[in-house]
């Protein structure tokens, strides 16, 4: 977390910079080197977390010539000995369509969401007898939605024809499935529809941050600031294993394609036993498996060009497609325990790359004697993901390798007046290369088996000239296993492990002067975390509760920290439900500051106590309403402590600390939401919030978190129009970071610099924040393949939002440091 | 590491130094500024007096008001550090005046093994400059800066450097760029003992003008001679101050005709 802090911190700044808008180095977010990552087992089609109610929504433009049932397929001639047989076709051919997604509403909320196979089926071994709302969809289709029931005697089958998506008739699904588990909260995006968001630059991933609880971070930046925690409190997990770093230069793009993307789930507090070592909240992002049929995307816009490409690569052993979800006692549900795997024959694969091309264009088009600097900022990622054939025994296997590498170097040609040795090369890196696996293997005794393991290496050099430097390299190792089962109908559980070892390898120098003079550091550790957990979901009508419990122990400090959790749900109808949930959250110090070099070995984990209320309720088919109050209690935060200047064995670069600090952040959410409708959806998320922090070593008792925003407002709407149109438009509102301003300067006429005299600690605001995008897309069908086009302008009004204060050499006069004026980006995208 | 971190800021800030703030330039004098002070001996031992002399000016100010000039001893916060030297509460008046003399105990190592004795601990002196504003013509101002006195038992204490000389490379014409050249005498540079090892003091050369501009506030010494650029206006004053890095400071101030 370390460098995922450092890195965000000096690369949205450095970014900024080279285009002249003047810039201050942003909150940054660095990977916890402690963390232990939490492996997700492989996916299904069915979501495999424990769900509650998932509620699956999808419209479809009337359409008068098209119908539920069409002709049949040559594949739904009769039920063969299923309950249930669905077949998705197209064209007057009734062609199959293999990949398209079928989604099962039961009267009592519970779902399923399958995908067809080879055949372009699915087929339900067993269902209860009842009515079910069905949604087929498939990408470059129409989808169609109905109801069809089922009759004790079982056999149905429906053929669905889907009409191809033209330009003047394409849909965009919009499917939000709330998988929270009781209690939890857990907001789910679509990659598919998060990536044309205005304002995120095609960047699913970018999307969370219109979501409540979640805090503007500065310049843009892509820090996670979570219900009035700091970044560093929240981990990003990718596929279960927590992801070194998430963004290029701490918020530009992505590291990871958003065509890998199955699911981006922003859970902002009350997260079960799964996650651990997090104070705040949870990322976890979700890759798909390959699909068969050959594909590629290629996509450019003015920062950066990608490709895609995916299909079957190998042949295999498995049996023909099968439906993903089944239950026990022939009851729906979504629970992965009871599930059969998805099924393929083949072995397919994912290739996906990105690389900037900004390094090579700014030098052609700004005079070199217009810039002060040479700045070459540029950076690429990769991904690579190969799922096997699933066995006979239905076990499913799938390893990837991804990794990312940004760098930027200038040299300081004009060294500022207070710092005049500075001189030489300025030198930015931040690399890393992560390679895991995802196995699920069903039990005969009913158990879901899933094992994650994960190695990874990260760097970050940093170099200022010949004054100073730091190098920081790390080399991890992390599992997660765990299993699941329900036991009857009431009962569901989940035990798991995990485990992570970290060696940590940093280097840093300083030179004071003279040709001898300097400090240097060399120092490697390792640390290791391990976890155990256990929960159980009981079911009892509409009122579920999920008692959890983890324990989390830690090398070498042998610390051991113990976290119960406890969420409870309530839900009578589709219409409207009610959560609880209270747990506790440690989250171990980074490395470094348990280091016995540079930190303290005897620090204890910081912890949260979280607590939250809240509910929601649907207005009808397409509208719904979600609130929540959230308390968040944190204690034994790492502080540092004053050095002692009478210390002769006090260092004069590092602080010593301990765990005297105190915090706390409460608040409300809401998010307003239309689904979409023929042409129109949107939602509005407005959170206030107050976060604060105490210290002994800090004057005045509580005082403002430094990421702390009273109100966070995000109004979005998208709007379809004919001809293969699209339009949406963003609105943001967000309350100033508290600061320190100061208060004028006094002379150290020794050093020959001003010392600012600073005035009550965050005692001060810069101005709030406020910012319209506009996002507008133009898409062309044909016969194999698709085109799009996509303006994407950020600060329509060129609001010069503050983002810092900077000061005059002696701290008399001040200025604020804005963001871009505007940030325009054209892009296309050309789909095979 | 907080240092390092500071670099990394600045460095950052470079990358934007095409991007003009709009702020007022260090080197240019349009205020009440606090240029140095020297202390006489530059280090000092128990019960030792320190004679103490300022550079203060007020360029806007000169012949129209009267500049006060105040000094005291101050106990830094020891978590504020030296900012909360500006805090009256955290001083002791020394006197009044351009110069000032402080009579460091006899008894101020006392407690201190002979090492710790023997690298010293350190004293501080604020000067504090005002001026009060005269209707219509010039607002009140003022600046405060501090200087550390080292008190130690080292028998080769520090001296201040001195300035050799200090010209213009050419005569000074009016909107034309003028190499500012000057040098500190040999004796200027000492070798010492630091924290780190043995080591050799830089000298560090700032520049002021109250006309003009000048290419840049500070250079370093290469090692006892140094230049700069500077746009010439005549009718200015120039100041240089240089530096020793360990609290020894010299000055010379040149009229420009």
Same mark, same amino acid.
């Given at each position: 977390?370390?460098?995922r802090?450092?890195?965000?911190?000096?690369?949205?700044?450095?970014?900024t910079a080279?285009?002249?808008?003047?810039?201050?180095?942003?909150?940054?977010?660095?990977?916890?080197?402690?963390?232990?990552?939490?492996?997700?087992?492989?996916?299904?089609p069915?979501?495999?977390?424990?769900?509650?109610?998932?509620?699956a929504?999808?419209?479809?433009?009337?359409?008068?010539?098209?119908?539920?049932?069409?002709?049949?397929?040559?594949?739904?001639?009769?039920?063969?000995?299923y309950?249930?047989?669905?077949?998705?076709?197209? $064209?007057?051919?009734?062609?199959?369509i293999?990949?398209?997604?079928v989604?099962?509403?039961?009267?009592?909320?519970?779902?399923?969401?399958?995908?067809?196979?080879?055949?372009?089926?699915?087929?339900?071994?067993?269902?209860?007898?009842?009515?079910?709302?069905?949604?087929?969809?498939?990408?470059?289709?129409?989808?169609?939605?109905f109801?069809?029931?089922?009759?004790?005697?079982?056999?149905?089958?429906?053929?669905?024809?889907?009409?191809?998506?033209?330009?003047?008739?394409?849909?965009?699904?919009?499917?939000?499935?709330?998988?929270?588990?009781?209690?939890?909260?857990?907001?789910?995006?679509?990659?598919?529809?998060?990536?044309?968001?205005?304002?995120?630059?095609?960047?699913?991933?970018?999307?969370?941050?219109?979501?409540?609880?979640?805090?503007?971070?500065?310049?843009g930046?892509?820090?996670?600031?979570?219900?009035?925690?700091?970044?560093?409190?929240?981990?990003?997990?990718?596929?279960?294993?927590?992801?070194?770093?998430?963004?290029?230069?701490?918020?530009?793009?992505?590291?990871?394609?958003?065509?890998?993307?199955?699911?981006?789930?922003?859970?902002?507090?009350?997260?079960?036993?799964?996650?651990?070592?997090?104070?705040?909240?949870?990322?976890?992002?979700?890759?798909?498996?390959?699909?068969?049929?050959?594909?590629?995307?290629?996509?450019?816009?003015?920062?950066d060009?990608?490709?895609?490409?995916?299909?079957?690569?190998f042949?295999?052993?498995?049996?023909?497609?099968?439906?993903?979800?089944?239950?026990?006692?022939?009851?729906?549900?979504?629970?992965?325990?009871?599930?059969?795997?998805?099924?393929?024959?083949?072995?397919?694969?994912i290739?996906?790359?990105?690389?900037?091309?900004?390094?090579?264009?700014?030098?052609?088009?700004?005079?070199?004697?217009?810039?002060?600097?040479?700045?070459?900022?540029?950076?690429?990622d990769?991904?690579?993901?190969?799922?096997a054939?699933?066995?006979?025994?239905?076990?499913?296997?799938?390893?990837?390798?991804?990794?990312?590498?940004?760098?930027?170097?200038?040299?300081?040609?004009?060294?500022?007046?207070?710092?005049?040795?500075?001189?030489?090369?300025?030198?930015?890196r931040?690399?890393?290369?992560?390679?895991?696996?995802?196995?699920?293997?069903?039990?005969?005794?009913?158990w879901?088996?899933?094992?994650?393991?994960?190695?990874?290496?990260?760097?970050?050099?940093?170099?200022?000239g010949?004054?100073?430097?730091?190098?920081?390299?790390?080399?991890?190792?992390?599992?997660?296993?765990?299993?699941r089962?329900?036991?009857?109908?009431?009962?569901?559980?989940?035990?798991?492990?995990?485990?992570?070892?970290?060696?940590?390898r940093?280097?840093?120098?300083?030179?004071?002067?003279?040709?001898?003079?300097?400090?240097?550091?060399?120092?490697?550790?390792?640390?290791?975390?391990?976890?155990v957990?256990?929960q159980?979901?009981?079911?009892?009508?509409?009122?579920?509760?999920?008692?959890g419990?983890?324990?989390?122990?830690?090398?070498?400090t042998?610390?051991v920290?113990?976290?119960?959790?406890?969420?409870?749900?309530?839900?009578?109808?589709?219409?409207?439900?009610?959560?609880?949930?209270?747990?506790?959250?440690?989250?171990?110090?980074?490395?470094?500051?348990?280091?016995?070099?540079?930190?303290?070995?005897?620090?204890?984990?910081?912890?949260?106590?979280q607590?939250?209320?809240?509910?929601?309720?649907?207005?009808?088919?397409?509208?719904?309403?979600?609130?929540?109050l959230?308390?968040?209690?944190?204690?034994?935060?790492?502080?540092e402590?004053?050095?002692?200047? $009478?210390?002769?064995?006090?260092?004069?670069?590092?602080?010593?600390?301990?765990?005297?600090?105190i915090?706390?952040?409460?608040g409300?959410?809401?998010?307003?939401?239309r689904?979409?409708?023929?042409?129109?959806?949107?939602?509005?998320?407005?959170?206030?919030?107050?976060?604060?922090?105490?210290?002994p070593?800090?004057?005045?008792?509580?005082?403002?978190?430094?990421?702390?925003?009273?109100?966070?407002l995000?109004?979005?709407?998208?709007?379809?129009?004919?001809?293969?149109w699209?339009? $949406?438009?963003?609105?943001?509102?967000?309350?100033?970071?508290p600061?320190?301003?100061?208060?004028?300067?006094?002379?150290?006429?020794?050093?020959?610099?001003?010392?600012?005299?600073?005035?009550?600690?965050?005692?001060?605001?810069?101005?709030?924040?406020?910012?319209?995008?506009?996002?507008?897309?133009?898409?062309?069908?044909f016969?194999?393949?698709?085109?799009?086009?996509?303006?994407?302008?950020?600060?329509?009004?060129?609001?010069p939002?503050?983002?810092?204060?900077?000061?005059?050499?002696?701290?008399?006069?001040?200025?604020?440091?804005?963001?871009?004026?505007?940030l325009?980006?054209?892009?296309f995208?050309?789909?095979f | 590491?907080?240092?390092?971190?500071?670099?990394?800021?600045i460095?950052?800030?470079?990358?934007?130094?095409?991007c003009?703030?709009?702020?007022?330039?260090?080197?240019?004098? &349009?205020?009440v500024?606090?240029?140095?002070v020297?202390?006489?001996?530059?280090?000092?031992?128990?019960?030792?007096?320190?004679f103490?002399?300022?550079l203060?000016?007020?360029?806007l100010?000169a012949?129209?008001?009267?500049l006060?000039?105040?000094?005291?001893?101050?106990?830094?916060?020891?978590?504020?550090?030296?900012?909360?030297c500006?805090?009256?509460?955290r001083?002791?008046?020394?006197?009044?005046?351009?110069?000032?003399?402080?009579?460091?105990?006899?008894?101020?190592?006392?407690?201190?093994?002979?090492?710790?004795?023997?690298?010293?601990?350190?004293?501080?002196?604020?000067?504090?400059?005002?001026?009060?504003?005269v209707p219509?013509?010039?607002?009140?101002?003022?600046?405060?800066?501090?200087?550390r006195?080292?008190?130690?038992?080292?028998?080769?204490?520090?001296?201040?450097?001195?300035?050799?000389?200090?010209?213009?490379?050419?005569?000074p014409?009016?909107?034309?760029?003028?190499?500012?050249?000057?040098?500190?005498?040999?004796?200027?540079?000492?070798?010492?003992?630091?924290?780190?090892?043995?080591?050799? &003091?830089?000298?560090?050369?700032?520049?002021?003008?109250?006309?003009?501009?000048?290419?840049?506030?500070?250079?370093?010494?290469?090692?006892?001679?140094?230049?700069?650029?500077?746009?010439?206006?005549?009718?200015?004053?120039?100041f240089?101050?240089?530096r020793?890095?360990?609290?020894?400071?010299?000055?010379?101030?040149?009229?420009?005709?």
């Open positions: 977390m370390a460098i802090k450092l890195a965000g911190r000096l690369g949205a700044a450095i970014l080279a285009i002249c808008a003047g810039s201050e180095l942003a909150a940054a977010q660095t990977p916890d080197p402690s963390a232990t990552p939490t492996g997700s087992p492989e996916k299904t069915a979501p495999e977390k424990p769900v509650a109610t998932p509620v929504t999808a419209t479809a433009t009337p359409d008068a010539a098209s119908s539920p049932v069409a002709s049949p397929s040559p594949a739904a001639t009769d039920g063969g000995g309950a249930l047989t669905i077949c998705a076709v197209t $064209g007057k051919e009734g062609t199959p293999p990949g398209a997604a989604i099962l509403v039961a009267p009592d909320g519970s779902a399923a969401a399958i995908t067809t196979g080879e055949d372009g089926c699915i087929r339900m071994p067993r269902l209860p007898a009842l009515k079910y709302r069905v949604t087929v969809a498939a990408a470059g289709s129409i989808p169609k939605d109801e069809i029931e089922v009759p004790a005697a079982g056999g149905l089958v429906r053929s669905v024809r889907l009409d191809i998506a033209t330009a003047s008739n394409e849909e965009t699904i919009i499917v939000e499935a709330r998988r929270e588990q009781p209690g939890e909260t857990r907001r789910v995006i679509q990659p598919e529809i998060a990536r044309t968001l205005p304002g995120s630059q095609g960047d699913a991933l970018k999307a969370i941050q219109n979501l409540p609880g979640l805090a503007r971070a500065q310049f930046g892509a820090a996670l600031i979570v219900r009035g925690g700091a970044p560093e409190d929240t981990r990003v997990f990718l596929d279960g294993s927590e992801i070194p770093q998430l963004y290029h230069f701490g918020g530009l793009t992505s590291v990871v394609a958003t065509e890998m993307l199955q699911s981006i789930d922003f859970l902002p507090g009350g997260f079960g036993v799964r996650y651990g070592r997090a104070l705040s909240g949870v990322v976890d992002v979700e890759t798909r498996p390959a699909r068969e049929k050959k594909s590629a995307i290629i996509d450019a816009d003015i920062f060009a990608s490709a895609f490409a995916e299909g079957a690569v042949g295999g052993r498995g049996e023909d497609p099968a439906p993903a979800v089944t239950g026990t006692n022939g009851e729906l549900t979504s629970d992965a325990s009871a599930a059969e795997p998805q099924r393929s024959r083949h072995g397919r694969m290739a996906a790359g990105r690389r900037s091309y900004i390094d090579f264009i700014l030098p052609q088009v700004v005079p070199e004697d217009t810039l002060t600097l040479t700045v070459a900022p540029r950076y690429y990769y991904q690579l993901r190969y799922d054939p699933t066995t006979e025994a239905g076990t499913n296997t799938h390893v990837m390798a991804y990794g990312s590498d940004d760098a930027f170097t200038f040299l300081i040609k004009e060294p500022p007046d207070d710092e005049v040795e500075l001189r030489g090369t300025f030198l930015y931040t690399l890393f290369h992560q390679a895991q696996a995802g196995i699920t293997k069903p039990l005969a005794s009913g879901l088996l899933s094992a994650t393991p994960a190695v990874a290496y990260q760097s970050l050099i940093i170099e200022v010949d004054l100073a430097g730091f190098h920081i390299d790390f080399t991890r190792a992390s599992a997660r296993v765990e299993a089962k329900s036991l009857g109908e009431n009962l569901r559980l989940l035990v798991g492990s995990e485990a992570e070892t970290l060696r940590v940093y280097e840093f120098f300083f030179n004071q002067g003279g040709e001898t003079s300097s400090a240097k550091a060399v120092a490697a550790y390792d640390i290791a975390a391990g976890s957990y256990s159980a979901e009981i079911l009892r009508g509409p009122l579920t509760i999920v008692p419990v983890r324990m989390d122990g830690y090398y070498p042998s610390a920290s113990f976290d119960p959790r406890f969420a409870a749900r309530y839900e009578p109808s589709k219409t409207w439900f009610a959560k609880a949930y209270l747990g506790q959250y440690h989250q171990p110090p980074d490395g470094r500051q348990w280091d016995k070099n540079v930190g303290n070995p005897d620090l204890r984990a910081p912890y949260a106590i607590t939250g209320i809240g509910g929601g309720y649907r207005f009808g088919e397409n509208t719904n309403v979600e609130a929540e959230f308390y968040k209690w944190l204690d034994d935060l790492v502080v402590r004053p050095r002692d200047p $009478g210390d002769p064995n006090s260092s004069s670069f590092i602080s010593p600390l301990d765990n005297r600090g915090g706390r952040a409460f409300m959410e809401i998010l307003l939401k689904e979409l409708t023929e042409k129109l959806y949107g939602w509005i998320a407005y959170t206030l919030s107050k976060s604060e922090r105490a210290s070593y800090e004057p005045g008792g509580w005082r403002p978190f430094e990421f702390d925003q009273t109100h966070i995000t109004a979005l709407a998208g709007y379809r129009l004919p001809h293969g699209e339009a $949406g438009v963003r609105m943001r509102y967000a309350t100033g970071n600061d320190t301003f100061n208060k004028g300067g006094i002379y150290d006429i020794d050093q020959d610099e001003y010392v600012p005299i600073p005035g009550t600690p965050y005692g001060d605001r810069i101005p709030a924040f406020h910012q319209l995008d506009i996002r507008v897309d133009k898409n062309w069908q016969d194999t393949w698709k085109l799009g086009v996509y303006l994407d302008i950020q600060n329509v009004y060129l609001q939002n503050p983002e810092g204060v900077e000061y005059n050499f002696d701290y008399e006069e001040h200025y604020y440091l804005t963001g871009l004026p505007i325009p980006s054209i892009g995208r050309g789909e | 590491m907080r240092v390092f971190w500071k670099l990394i800021f460095t950052a800030a470079i990358a934007v130094a095409g003009e703030d709009g702020t007022s330039e260090r080197w240019l004098l &349009e205020e500024r606090v240029l140095g020297r202390a006489e001996p530059a280090e000092a031992a128990p019960g030792q007096d320190v103490l002399e300022s203060v000016v007020d360029p100010g012949g129209l008001r009267n006060e000039i105040a000094w005291a001893v101050c106990t830094p916060d020891p978590i504020l550090g030296q900012a909360s500006a805090e009256p509460g001083t002791v008046p020394l006197g009044l005046g351009s110069a000032a003399t402080l009579s460091v105990g006899a008894d101020v190592l006392d407690g201190l093994t002979p090492e710790q004795a023997l690298f010293g601990i350190d004293l501080y002196v604020v000067v504090a400059a005002s001026a009060p504003g219509n013509v010039v607002e009140e101002d003022g600046e405060a800066g501090y200087k006195i080292r008190v130690s038992t080292d028998p080769l204490p520090n001296q201040n450097p001195e300035v050799a000389w200090f010209n213009p490379a050419s005569t014409v009016d909107g034309r760029d003028i190499l500012l050249q000057a040098a500190a005498t040999i004796e200027s540079t000492e070798d010492f003992e630091g924290p780190l090892g043995p080591d050799v &003091e830089d000298l560090r050369f700032s520049w002021y003008t109250t006309g003009g501009a000048l290419e840049r506030g500070v250079t370093l010494g290469e090692p006892l001679a140094s230049e700069v650029s500077w746009e010439a206006e005549t009718g200015s004053t120039l240089l101050v240089i020793d890095g360990r609290g020894g400071l010299d000055w010379v101030v040149r009229e420009v005709p």
